[in-house]
């Protein structure tokens, strides 16, 4: 794959807004539950699962965040995005908690501050498409 500026990505990423979503620890993931994402850690299985089946399945829904994804070009070998992308939102004050998958990036950031961050990465596509050489 050609290696691209963060500028180009930027400017080619689509940002989608895909619900919300919840983080709950478990020791095991109950049977017939389907989280979005698991991490296996020391203390037991963090999930990231959808608030409508985390709802259903009777699990906690105190972790709410609202999720952002962002289909970009790029590889898991780009350098800086998630970086430039956290910074520019904790500078408005917004949680950032990236979640990188092979073709994707996920975003979950707070709840009511969901459709500010969604703008402001759309804003950051608009000014890096204004960056780059017709």
């Known amino acids: 794959m050609t290696s691209k500026s963060l500028d180009q990505l930027l400017a080619e990423m689509d940002v989608k807004s895909q619900g919300n979503y919840v983080f709950v620890t478990l020791d095991t993931i109950p049977e017939g539950v389907e989280p979005?994402?698991?991490?296996?850690?020391?203390?037991?299985?963090?999930?990231?699962?959808?608030?409508?089946?985390?709802v259903k399945a009777g699990l906690p829904i105190d972790n709410r965040f609202a999720r952002i994804s962002l289909d970009i070009p790029s590889s898991l070998q780009s350098i800086g995005m998630a970086a430039m992308i956290a910074q520019t939102l904790a500078a408005r004050s917004i949680t950032c908690n990236s979640l990188a998958g092979f073709h994707r990036d996920h975003l979950f950031v707070q709840v009511d501050k969901a459709e500010e961050a969604f703008e402001i990465l759309r804003d950051l596509k608009?000014?890096?498409q204004g960056w780059l050489p017709n």
């Open 126 to 128: 608009e000014q890096a």
């Open 36 to 54: 979005f994402a698991t991490v296996r850690e020391y203390e037991g299985m963090t999930i990231v699962i959808s608030e409508d089946r985390a």
